[in-house]
């Protein structure tokens, strides 16, 4: 009797420790949401709290991407590998008759890395072996940073930077 008992236990055990995966939707790799080339577009900032360098810094961000031009570019490769080229350095503001002229820069400083992302922290790996991480949301083709995790002038005082995937 006990016997059965004890069949019947591990007999039930076993049926329902089965799964099916049939009902289950596979699990999306968060890292692939992430591939591709992304132009910072737009500084999001508090006005009120925010520093004179990081409004300046949203003002010329709007003006040059209203040219089509774009000033920091990030490429997030299949193989887990970043480019990051950044423009900010190069930028040479003058004034004329109608106000301040920005042309776009025709150089760029240029950072290889490696990446991780798990769906809402990019962990990077930069040249000096430094881990950074910082908070990303990626909804289709538009990428929100948080400027604070950055170490970009003008740009990582506080806000949100907004990329835009080409």
Same mark, same amino acid.
């Given at each position: 009797m006990k016997f059965n008992i004890f069949l019947f236990l591990t007999t039930a055990l076993f049926l329902f420790s089965c799964s099916s995966d049939k009902d289950e939707t596979p699990e999306i790799d968060s890292s692939t949401? #992430?591939? %591709? +080339?992304? !132009?910072? #577009?737009? @500084?999001? #900032? !508090?006005?009120? +709290?925010?520093? !004179? !360098?990081?409004?300046? %810094? $949203? $003002? #010329? @961000?709007?003006? @040059?991407t209203n040219k089509d031009c774009y000033i920091i570019t990030l490429t997030f490769n299949g193989d887990m590998s970043l480019t990051a080229a950044n423009s900010s350095n190069y930028l040479e503001i003058s004034a004329t008759n109608t106000g301040l002229d920005v042309p776009c820069p025709t150089e760029s400083d240029t950072e290889s890395s490696t990446y991780t992302y798990d769906g809402r922290i990019l962990t990077l790996v930069n040249e000096d072996g430094e881990t950074v991480e910082v908070s990303v949301v990626v909804e289709g083709d538009v990428m929100f940073v948080d400027a604070t995790d950055l170490d970009i002038p003008n740009f990582d005082d506080s806000g949100e930077l907004i990329f835009k995937r080409r």
């Open positions: 949401q #992430i591939e %591709g +080339t992304w !132009d910072a #577009i737009e @500084l999001r #900032i !508090d006005e009120d +709290t925010a520093s !004179d !360098d990081a409004k300046f %810094g $949203q $003002q #010329i @961000l709007e003006f @040059l």
